[in-house]
Every structure is written in C-alpha cells, then in structure tokens.
C-alpha cells in the first residue's frame, strides 16, 4: 500500500497472445520446469520463469495457433497442459 495516497499496488502482467497488460490474478500462469516443460501453473507459486495468458478463447487458440507460450518460455508445452487449456476455454465444459 502506498503510504501516501492510500491504494494498494495491483501487479500487472502481459498476456503473451493480446500483449495487454492485465491485472495478474486475472491471468492464467505457466511455468517452464526442467522436467515435464510448460506446465499450468494453477497456485502461481511454482518457481522458475513463467508466462501469462488471458482466458479470452481468441487468445488462447492464438497462443496454441502461433506456439506463442513456446517461444515465450523457450520450451515445448505438455500435452496435458495444452489439453487443459483447451478444456478451460470450451463453452460446453
């Protein structure tokens, strides 16, 4: 909180697909991990570099379209986590 005028900082980040600047908590986080590659990363707590994406279906399908969370992060993104963002973004689930 800002001593002086009373509001509380809100972190933004960037959605890699849009490239908007978005408040965090509306962002969905991956994180590139030595074993497994790009995983989802639910908590946002994991350790390691990490890459944000907004939950609009436009960009989802972009960044899956484009690789974009790919070359973001430098690494290839797991089957599970792409089936789950996929899931995520569905109308009927």
Known sequence: MNSET???HIPL????A??????????TRFVKTAEQG???DRAARQPGRGAY???K???VFKALQKHL???????????EAEIELIQRTDPQN
Not at 13 to 16: D, G, I, Q, S
Not at 18 to 27: G, H, M, V
């Open 13 to 16: 980040r960037r959605c890699v």
């Open 38 to 40: 790009i995983q989802l």
């Open 53 to 55: 994406l907004c939950s």
């Open 57 to 59: 279906p436009e960009c």
């Open 18 to 27: 849009c490239r908007q600047a978005i408040p965090k908590s509306q962002l």
């Open 6 to 8: 009373g509001v509380r």
């Open 69 to 79: 969370l790919e070359r973001a992060l430098k690494a290839s993104l797991s089957v």
